[in-house]
Structure formats: C-alpha cells, structure tokens
Nanobody
Framework: QVQLVESGGGLVQAGGSLRLSCAAS????????MGWFRRAPGKEREFVAS?????????AYADSVKGRFTISRDNVKNTLYLQMNSLKPEDTAVYYC????????WGQGTQVTVSS
C-alpha cells in the first residue's frame, strides 16, 4: 500500500508563498502521473494540479490557481512539490497529493491557512 506524506503547510498572509512537499513510499513513483488536490472547509475535495510521470510536458492546473501555483517532482527522491505564490484566503484548505486520478489511499494532508 502506498503511503503519502504531505508537508510544508502553515499560516501565511495573503500574497505570501508556501512550498508543499509530498513523499511517496513507492519504488515505481516515476511511473505515475501525480496530482495535488485540496479540500476547503465545507467543500468537496477538488483538483489543483497534475504532472506527468516524467515531469515533462505541460502540467495541468485548476483555473483558480493557474499562474500562481507550480507543480514539480523529483523522481530520484520520490517527492512531489507544489510551489504556491500570491496566496489568497480562498486557497485555505487541506492539501493532498495522490496519483493523478486519486486512486491511492489518501494521506493526512497538510493544512494551508491564508489570512486576509
């Protein structure tokens, strides 16, 4: 069973930045397209960004984060990243990583809180 451990969240003022990390305990990490998802209070979990298995090509982003967030990965370290800039209060959520279609067990996530 794949274990996913997200980290890097915290409290930040609007306009600030955070970098999230996701460590995956799977040796074949480099074979999977990966994604970031988030769940805001009282809402369903939603897609944020995804990246191909190699990191090549054009990542996909939700319209709400396009131009502000950047997804990347390090297949040597089995780690997925999300650089978040120009954060807004509406970005407040618990952030999760998973295989691109969310087919693995979910980790605990990391809380991101953006104050206005």
């Amino acid at each position: 069973q794949v274990q996913l451990v997200e980290s890097g969240g915290g409290l930040v003022q609007a306009g600030g930045s955070l970098r999230l990390s996701c460590a995956a305990s799977i040796r074949t990490f480099s074979m999977y397209a990966m994604g970031w998802f988030r769940r805001a209070p009282g809402k369903e979990r939603e897609f944020v960004a995804s990246i191909s298995s190699t990191g090549g090509g054009t990542p996909a982003y939700a319209d709400s984060v396009k131009g502000r967030f950047t997804i990347s990965r390090d297949n040597v370290k089995n780690t997925l990243y999300l650089q978040m800039n120009s954060l807004k209060p509406e970005d407040t959520a618990v952030y999760y990583c998973n295989e691109r279609l969310g087919r693995w067990s979910w980790g605990q996530g990391t809380q991101v809180t953006v104050s206005s």
